[in-house]
């Protein structure tokens, strides 16, 4: 069955960074695009940043483009999402989801980011 395990959340500074992995199984990884979303407490889930399956496309909300970096290793069935100048906006449970977009069925756990000083 499909897995996927995010890992990397934690707590940061303003304007630090930290690199969210997930881990996934269960399917043919390179056949597939690869999505971040995320849910603040209180909030609706946002999707955050997606990926093609060769990496050719990716995607950014506008709340963190250019401060966020999706990437995958298909060698190793895992996707990255790398965060940059982190704002205490990004606190948040940050999911892992195979496909493009929010609507799709397979989603990790997820990994709870805290920014704040």
């Known amino acids: 069955q499909v897995q996927l395990v995010e890992s990397g959340g934690g707590l940061a500074q303003p304007g630090g960074s930290l690199r969210l992995s997930c881990a996934a199984s269960?399917?043919?990884?390179?056949?597939?695009?690869m999505s971040w979303a995320r849910q603040a407490v209180g909030k609706g889930l946002e999707w955050v940043s997606g990926?093609?399956?060769?990496?050719?496309?990716?995607y950014y909300s506008d709340s963190v483009k250019g401060r966020f970096t999706i990437s995958r290793d298909n060698a190793k069935n895992t996707v990255y999402l790398q965060m940059n100048s982190l704002k205490p906006e990004d606190t948040a449970l940050y999911y892992c989801?195979?496909?493009?977009?929010?609507?799709?069925?397979?989603w990790g756990q997820g990994t709870q980011v805290t920014v704040s000083s």
């Open positions: 989801a195979k496909g493009w977009g929010v609507k799709g069925e397979n």
């Open positions: 990926i093609y399956w060769d990496g050719s496309v990716t």
């Open positions: 269960g399917f043919t990884f390179n056949k597939y695009a």
